[in-house]
């Protein structure tokens, strides 16, 4: 339903990239419908978040986001508060109840009827419900004509929803639904239409990108979109973001060493290498196979990357297990990290588990697990002194006389950045360096040439 006049939306997007790339696409569809996006929240009519509901800690913030657009709307009766995304689809009832301001409450099933719904609002006098989720299992359909939120050289692109492994402290696939291939036309569709907007750097996304296409054939299709992706003119870099160790296989690590386009980093939460956590946590594959998966990543991809995480505190975890995944990021050398805490996620196995362990020692242990990563990340660091790299050009910092950017080995948003100096090319731009120094996490580095702008 389009508005009889242009009604201008503000989005607030939390979460992670799969939300922002959901954003991106809900500003998109309305936005073709003939709404406006406001920058501001006192300039729009509909006051919008899009949250997140994964562990407490996004869950307040999401609940702290929805309670500051209320405030607005008390100010602005007129005004109209939507809850959309994570939050939204997996406690509807309970926000409706609790947070009566909320006029409309849209799971991810009901985005393409955003226009309608965000139309209706404005009625004088509103029939409509003011819950509209359904099925968080929807098909995986295309993402296309997205507004962008992200630098335009650099684009997240969603390859599958939800998830159907077992891990017992993830509440995803309640609210994400079950595990769901986008079909490769669209996905080489999208890139390409990225491409036709500017991005040079893809970084795929999905909640599994090792189990794309098993739901398509019965068959694990990575390596066959990363090939067709490959093959896209305009793409300088492709990313793998979120891989799920078990059954990556000899193919999938094979095509991030011979694809031209395909970059040698690979992200890859394992959260443990005990064994008895391992499978007290769900996982599929134990520490001799981890340990046998990243060695044969390490022998077939020169220069890899390998960006994992790890959870702290899981009921039960013993000191002698915590020390040994301590010993083994000294030994594996492992470039980036991050560490977090277990938390007793609502209508998970681990909720009920025994052995909770107090949350002192549990800052105390993150605290111990990341100062011997520190010590990787530093080594790794000026290890690269003197070498040289293509830096991908993110920001221009005129305060600080600075240009930042990041190599093939840094991620966007996560990962540490390289510090060029002013003026030595614009947002977006490719330019050859020389890594000159370490600052902590980052890297300082001077330009050898400058390729042409995008």
């Known amino acids: 339903m389009q508005p009889l006049q242009p009604l201008a939306i503000h989005l607030v997007s939390l979460g992670c990239?799969?939300?922002?790339?959901?954003?991106?696409?809900?500003?998109?569809?309305?936005?073709?419908?003939?709404f406006v996006v406001a920058q501001q929240p006192e300039d729009a009519d509909i006051l919008m978040v899009n949250t997140c509901?994964?562990?407490?800690?996004?869950?307040?913030?999401?609940?702290?986001?929805?309670?500051?657009?209320?405030?607005?709307?008390?100010?602005?009766?007129a005004k109209r508060v939507v809850v959309a995304g994570c939050l939204g689809q997996r406690y509807p009832e309970e926000l409706a109840k609790e947070i009566p301001e909320i006029d409309a409450i849209v799971g991810m099933s009901e985005y393409p009827r955003m226009p309608e719904i965000l139309g209706g609002l404005m009625e004088e006098v509103r029939q409509q419900r003011?819950?509209?989720?359904?099925?968080?299992?929807?098909?995986?359909?295309?993402?296309?004509?997205?507004?962008?939120?992200?630098?335009?050289?650099?684009?997240?692109?969603?390859?599958?929803?939800?998830?159907?492994?077992?891990?017992?402290f993830c509440s995803i696939p309640s609210f994400r639904g079950r595990f769901r291939s986008k079909s490769p036309e669209f996905i080489v569709n999208e890139a390409r239409e990225l491409v036709a907007n500017g991005t040079r750097e893809i970084n795929l996304i999905s909640q599994d990108l090792t189990s794309y296409g098993l739901d398509i054939d019965g068959e694990f299709l990575l390596p066959d979109i990363m090939e067709k992706l490959?093959?896209?003119?305009?793409?300088?870099?492709?990313?793998?973001?979120?891989?799920?160790?078990?059954?990556?296989?000899?193919a999938m690590i094979d095509a991030v060493a011979n694809l031209d386009r395909v970059i040698p980093y690979i992200d890859m939460p394992i959260q443990h290498i005990d064994d008895t956590m391992l499978r007290r946590m769900?996982?599929?594959?134990?520490?001799?196979?981890?340990?046998?998966?990243?060695?044969?990543?390490?022998?077939?991809?020169p220069e890899l990357v390998l960006r994992t995480t790890f959870i702290v505190g899981f009921p039960g975890e013993t000191r002698e297990q915590f020390e040994k995944l301590v010993h083994f990021v000294e030994e594996n050398k492992l470039e980036r990290v991050g560490v977090f805490p277990w938390s007793p996620e609502e209508g998970?196995?681990?909720?009920?588990?025994?052995?909770?362990?107090?949350?002192?020692?549990?800052?105390?242990?993150?605290?111990?697990?990341?100062?011997?990563?520190?010590?990787?990340?530093?080594?790794?660091?000026?290890?690269?002194?003197?070498?040289?790299?293509?830096?991908?050009?993110?920001?221009?910092?005129?305060e600080s006389a600075s240009t930042l950017g990041r190599s093939y080995a840094e991620a966007p948003e996560i990962d540490s950045i390289i510090r060029l100096p002013e003026g030595v090319a614009g947002v977006g731009e490719m330019v050859r360096c020389t890594i000159t120094e370490t600052d902590d996490y980052d890297l300082v580095a001077e330009p050898l040439r400058c390729s042409e702008e995008i």
């Open 348 to 398: 998970t196995p681990a909720e009920k588990l025994p052995g909770r362990i107090d949350e002192d020692e549990v800052q105390a242990r993150i605290e111990e697990l990341m100062l011997a990563q520190q010590q990787v990340a530093f080594d790794w660091n000026r290890s690269r002194i003197g070498s040289e790299v293509d830096v991908l050009i993110d920001e221009i910092c005129p």
């Open 53 to 77: 509901g994964f562990i407490e800690s996004a869950k307040a913030e999401s609940i702290e986001a929805i309670l500051e657009l209320v405030r607005l709307k008390e100010k602005d009766p």
């Open 230 to 250: 490959d093959a896209v003119d305009g793409i300088d870099w492709i990313r793998l973001l979120y891989t799920y160790p078990y059954k990556f296989s000899d």
């Open 282 to 301: 769900g996982r599929r594959l134990g520490e001799d196979g981890t340990r046998d998966l990243f060695r044969r990543m390490r022998e077939r991809v």
């Open 17 to 34: 990239p799969k939300n922002l790339v959901d954003s991106e696409v809900i500003l998109g569809r309305i936005g073709a419908e003939g």
């Open 130 to 168: 003011r819950i509209h989720v359904g099925n968080a299992s929807h098909p995986a359909w295309s993402e296309d004509s997205r507004l962008r939120l992200t630098p335009r050289h650099s684009a997240y692109l969603k390859i599958s929803e939800g998830c159907d492994n077992p891990c017992t």
